[in-house]
Nanobody, 123 residues
């Protein structure tokens, strides 16, 4: 079993920055693929970024060049650095984890989820 706890959400102005954290516990963190998803009101949960156990990273086109995903295996934590945020980035952000993810953009590829953290971007 893996427990994921997100933090770092809040209210930020457009063009500002925010860093989300996801602390993991329970199993061998470094072997797992760690993803960030987000869900805005009335919309489906969508892929944001993933960092694989080997360190490869992939991003949604909508955040490429603005967001950076990273991990600190010594702290069992994955981060999402959000720069140049836009009002359309407003959503609840979720951390997700699984081992050996193939279709990393699909939510049902992940079997551990955090409770989410709200990010609100004001214009």
């Amino acid at each position: 079993q893996v427990q994921l706890v997100e933090s770092g959400g809040g209210l930020v102005q457009a063009e500002g920055s925010l860093r989300l954290s996801c602390a993991a516990s329970g199993r061998t963190f470094r072997s797992y693929d760690m993803g960030w998803f987000r869900q805005a009101p009335g919309k489906e949960r969508e892929f944001v970024a993933v960092i694989q156990g080997g360190g490869d990273t992939y991003y949604a086109d909508s955040v490429k060049g603005r967001f950076t995903i990273s991990r600190d295996n010594a702290k069992d934590t994955v981060y999402l650095q959000m720069n140049s945020v836009k009002p359309e980035d407003t959503a609840v952000y979720y951390c997700a984890s699984a081992f050996g993810v193939v279709r990393y953009a699909r939510p049902n590829s992940y079997y551990y989820w955090g409770q989410g953290t709200q990010v609100t971007v004001s214009s």
